[in-house]
């Protein structure tokens, strides 16, 4: 029996509320992948109207003014049980056990929630790293954002202990990270890594990451000595 091939991705646009009410955290473009949700939005996509000759596809506006109520609902990222909403419950559920709460309160629509306490930034690289780069679902903007955000506030010195101690998925992520906007910004000053964490850094770009090496061995910058010491 052969198998089932997978659909294409259906790439949604954005969509525009007529209240001009927004999720801070919804991207401008997304895809859908699950077979049943592409079959869903199909559906209820209305057929479009013939006029005088030529086919009109206003019900594909991006303000929605056409759109079926059904399919309304499915496309709005406020909707309690539209797509979006699914995507970005399915994101929270899957985040670690100590990040949960935190990540269900982004999924909700929180613009600052509260960061957690308590948590090895080991963990939050490994759930980075966990973050799949395609296809991306209406939560991947969430996805790349929230560990972001609680790593871009820790010290080096804090980030580079945590890369000695992360597992496989943790360097996938501290890799993202350290090659990333919210590290590269730093002074060179609070770029400084010690050997031992910048090796490993290093180490996975170069099997794993190699587009990210270049930016790595640039901005890593070394300290004195190995020095770093777990307060």
Not at 141 to 147: G, Q, V
């Amino acid at each position: 029996m052969k198998p089932i091939p997978r659909p294409q991705p259906l790439v949604m646009g954005d969509f525009s509320r007529r209240d001009g009410a927004r999720h801070p955290h919804h991207p401008p473009t997304y895809e859908i992948s699950d077979r049943d949700e592409i079959k869903a939005v199909t559906a209820a996509r209305p057929h479009p109207v013939e006029d005088r000759g030529f086919t009109c596809m206003c019900a594909e506006s991006s303000q929605g003014a056409h759109l079926t109520d059904e399919a309304v609902r499915l496309r709005d990222p406020l909707s309690p049980d539209g797509i979006p909403a699914r995507h970005r419950a399915r994101w929270a559920a899957a985040a670690p056990e100590r990040l949960r709460e935190y990540a269900r309160a982004l999924a909700r629509g929180e613009d600052e929630p509260g960061l957690p306490r308590g948590v090895p930034l080991g963990v939050v690289f490994s759930w980075l790293g966990a973050v799949r780069e395609e296809p991306r679902d209406a939560a991947w903007l969430l996805a790349e954002r929230a560990p972001v955000r609680l790593l871009a506030g820790a010290a080096t010195e804090e980030l580079a202990w945590a890369v000695r101690e992360t597992d496989r998925a943790g360097l996938e992520g501290a890799v993202r990270f350290f090659a990333s906007e919210e590290f590269t910004a730093r002074h060179p000053k609070r770029r400084r890594v010690a050997d031992t964490a910048r090796d490993r850094l290093l180490g996975h770009a170069r099997s794993h990451r190699p587009g990210d090496l270049p930016v790595l061995e640039r901005r890593l910058l070394r300290t004195p000595q190995d020095r770093v010491r777990r307060s």
